[in-house]
C-alpha cells in the first residue's frame, strides 16, 4: 500500500505499508522533508508500526508526536503530515 501526501508549501511525506491480521506492517516512511536528527525516522516507522488499520489521522499523529523526543526537528512537515499519508496508504 502507498500513499503521498504534500503539505501546503512544504515537503512531499510518502508512507508504504501493508495489513496483517488488521495492523499495519512493514512500515517505510520517506519523501523530500528534513529530519533532525536523522536517526528520528525510527522513531516515526515504530509509531507508526503495529497501529489498527482502522486508527484516525488525530490518533497516528498523536502516536508520532508521543515518539519523538523533545529536540526533534521535523522541517517542512508534521505528525499530521505522516498521519495523512498513513490513511491515504490505507484507504
Do not use: W
Not at 512544504?10 to 517505510?28: A, S, Y
Not at 497501529?51 to 497516528?60: F, G, K, N, V
Not at 499523529?61 to 490505507?90: N, Q
Amino acid at each position: 500500500m502507498h500513499g503521498e501526501y504534500k503539505t501546503p508549501g512544504g515537503k512531499l511525506v510518502v508512507v508504504d505499508c501493508e495489513v496483517r491480521d488488521g495492523h499495519v506492517v512493514d512500515v517505510q516512511v520517506s519523501g523530500d522533508f528534513f529530519l533532525e536528527p536523522a536517526e528520528a525516522l525510527t522513531a516515526i516507522t515504530a509509531a507508526i508500526e503495529g497501529i489498527p488499520a482502522d486508527l484516525d489521522e488525530e490518533a497516528i499523529a498523536a502516536r508520532v508526536r508521543a515518539a519523538l523526543a523533545p529536540d526533534v526537528a521535523m522541517i517542512g512537515f508534521s505528525p499530521e503530515a505522516v498521519a495523512r499519508a498513513v490513511r491515504r496508504a490505507l484507504a
